[in-house]
C-alpha cells in the first residue's frame, strides 16, 4: 500500500517505529562498550533496515488498511533512514519530551489522523516479526491496551485503540520497572490491557550473544526478509573475532 501524501488520513492502522539515526557514539552505547562504537553503530543500522522491512512485509500482507510511519529523531534526511523513505514509510518528528510525552504525542497524532488502531514499535527489537503485529492488533478486539513485554522488565511494542496518553506518564523510563508501571496505569484509568508475548532488546553485549544463538532459528521460520542484515552483521562480527 501507498503511504500516500504526507499530510493524509490515515485509514485504519498505523504502525509508528521509534528510531534513532544511527549516529556513532549516540546508539546502542551499552553494547558499545564491549564492541566499540563502529561496530555497534553498523549493527544498529542493520537493525533500521530489518525493522522496515519487516514492517512493510506486515503492511503487504495485512487485510487492514495499514500506514507505516518512522518516529524520527533530529533529521528526517538523515542517511540512516534511507530504508524507510525507500518503502514509502511517513516521517513524523517525535518531537520534545521523554520518552513518554513523545509516544503519547506521536499516538495522539495518529488518532487525530483518523487512525482506529495505533501500534508503536522501536528499533531495538530486531527479530520481531508481523506475528507480533498481528497479536497486538488483535488483542485490541477485547481490550484497549496491548503491551508486549520484554525480557527485561519494560516493553517493546504498545497498541491502543484510542489515545492514552495516561499510560505515558509518570513512568522511570529505561528501568526495569516500565512494564510494571504501565500496567498499574492502564488499571488506574480502568483501561483493559493484554500483555503479549515476551521478546527481547538487543542493548548489551550478553544480548547480542542471544541474538546471534536466536538467529539460527530465526530464519528457518522468518516470514519476510527481515533479519538478514543483521544476521550478514553478525556475521562479519564473527570473523572479526567479537564472539571469540
Same mark, same amino acid.
Given at each position: 500500500m501507498? +503511504?500516500? =501524501? &504526507?499530510?493524509?488520513? !490515515? *485509514? $485504519?492502522?498505523?504502525? &509508528?517505529?521509534?528510531?534513532? =539515526? =544511527? %549516529?556513532?557514539?549516540?546508539?546502542?552505547?551499552?553494547? #558499545?562498550? %564491549?564492541i566499540g562504537d563502529a561496530m555497534a553503530t553498523g549493527l544498529y543500522r542493520c537493525f533500521l533496515a530489518d525493522i522496515s522491512a519487516m514492517v512493510s512485509d506486515f503492511v503487504a @500482507?495485512? $487485510?487492514?488498511?495499514?500506514?507505516? !510511519?518512522?518516529?524520527?529523531?533530529?533529521d528526517a534526511q538523515h542517511a540512516g533512514y534511507a530504508e524507510f523513505r525507500r518503502r514509502g514509510f511517513r516521517f513524523w518528528d517525535q518531537g520534545e519530551g521523554d520518552l513518554g510525552a513523545r509516544m503519547a504525542a506521536v499516538s495522539q497524532r495518529c488518532f487525530d489522523a483518523?487512525?482506529? @488502531?495505533?501500534? !508503536?514499535?522501536?528499533? %531495538?527489537s530486531p527479530t520481531l516479526s508481523p506475528r507480533h503485529l498481528r497479536n497486538a492488533l488483535e488483542a485490541l478486539d477485547a481490550h484497549d491496551i496491548a503491551l508486549g513485554a520484554s525480557f527485561d522488565g519494560g516493553y517493546y511494542l504498545v497498541a491502543m485503540r484510542r489515545a492514552s496518553p495516561q499510560i505515558f506518564k509518570g513512568i522511570d523510563w529505561?528501568? $526495569?520497572?516500565?512494564?510494571? +508501571?504501565?500496567?498499574?496505569?492502564?488499571r488506574a484509568s480502568s483501561l483493559l490491557? #493484554?500483555?503479549? *508475548?515476551?521478546?527481547? %532488546? &538487543?542493548?548489551?553485549?550478553?544480548?547480542? !550473544?542471544f541474538l546471534k544463538t536466536h538467529l539460527l532459528s530465526v530464519l +528457518?521460520?522468518?516470514e519476510s526478509e527481515s533479519v538478514l542484515a543483521t544476521a550478514r552483521y553478525l556475521e562479519k562480527l564473527d570473523a572479526a573475532g567479537v564472539f571469540s
Open positions: 501507498s +503511504q500516500g =501524501p &504526507v499530510n493524509s488520513r !490515515i *485509514e $485504519d492502522v498505523a504502525v &509508528v517505529v521509534f528510531a534513532k =539515526p =544511527p %549516529d556513532e557514539g549516540k546508539v546502542k552505547t551499552r553494547l #558499545a562498550r %564491549d @500482507r495485512s $487485510d487492514a488498511a495499514v500506514t507505516p !510511519i518512522v518516529a524520527y529523531n533530529r483518523g487512525a482506529r @488502531r495505533v501500534v !508503536i514499535i522501536g528499533a %531495538d529505561s528501568t $526495569d520497572q516500565v512494564l510494571a +508501571q504501565t500496567v498499574a496505569a492502564c490491557c #493484554a500483555t503479549l *508475548e515476551f521478546w527481547y %532488546d &538487543v542493548d548489551t553485549f550478553g544480548d547480542l !550473544i +528457518q521460520e522468518c
